[in-house]
């Protein structure tokens, strides 16, 4: 069975600062997709990486997925307060189709102070 | 606007008690799943479907049971309600395409 862990599980920082959140398989990544989810509401798809070493970016998010696709990191750069929420990282076991079968992360809940 | 329907959004349920957990979505996504997120455990499959009349079992599918007989509905039902299957529960859908699960809004479940 494939374990993620996520670290930190809880950050908080002040608004500017920067931070990088990770995501550590016990297995090879099928492809690795990075979400983020705000209270009351489901998670929302950030980002889909497939490819070892590959880098992708979002306006101030930037996230890497490893070399030997068994770990990424996704980095924020001068944190805002609606950067707030829980993070997540997920596994999509697309070995042949996923069907919607995802392995989560335990998650990162990040806290930005105004 | 599309995308996938959660009811209710909060529930209160008494031990050994029943209840349906009602998903629907209006995008004609073939593969519908449920989630239950409980702190400090992210999210963990209880069943999926990969269309109408298809169903199977995930990581935790223990005291749930599910049907699909449209596209668009895939209701999660608990037919003896326990105090460990409080949590929020959450319904996902996605087409043949693009690998992108659309989320509902969630169901929070407590069971006293």
């Known amino acids: 069975t494939q374990l993620l862990e996520q670290s930190p599980q809880f950050l908080s920082i002040q608004e500017g600062e920067n931070l990088t959140v990770y995501c550590n398989s016990s297995?090879?990544?099928?492809?690795l997709q990075w979400y983020r989810q705000e209270p009351g509401e489901g998670p929302v798809l950030l980002v889909t990486v497939v490819t070892g070493g590959e880098v992708k970016k979002l306006k101030r998010l930037t996230f890497q997925f490893g070399d030997a696709r068994k770990d990424s990191s996704l980095h924020i750069t001068a944190a805002q307060t609606g950067d707030t929420g829980l993070y997540l990282c997920?596994?999509?076991?697309?070995?042949?189709?996923?069907?919607?079968?995802?392995?989560f992360g335990q998650g990162t809940i990040l806290t930005v102070h105004p | 606007n599309a995308g996938v329907t959660q009811t209710p959004k909060f529930q209160v349920l008494k031990t050994g008690q029943s209840m349906t957990l009602q998903c629907a979505q209006d995008?004609?996504?073939?593969?519908m799943s449920w989630y239950r997120q409980d702190p400090g455990m992210g999210l963990r499959l209880i069943h999926y479907?990969?269309?109408?009349?298809?169903?199977d079992q995930g990581e935790v599918p223990n005291g749930y049971n599910v049907s699909r007989s449209t596209t668009e509905d895939f209701p999660l039902r608990l037919l003896s309600a326990a105090p460990s299957q409080t949590s929020v529960y959450f319904c996902?859908?996605?087409?043949?395409?693009?690998?992108?699960?659309?989320f509902g809004a969630g169901s929070r479940l407590t069971v006293l």
């Open positions: 995008m004609n996504h073939e593969y």
């Open positions: 297995s090879v990544f099928s492809s």
């Open positions: 997920a596994d999509t076991n697309a070995g042949g189709t996923s069907y919607g079968k995802l392995t």
């Open positions: 996902a859908s996605r087409g043949t395409g693009a690998n992108v699960l659309t």
């Open positions: 479907s990969v269309g109408a009349g298809i169903t």
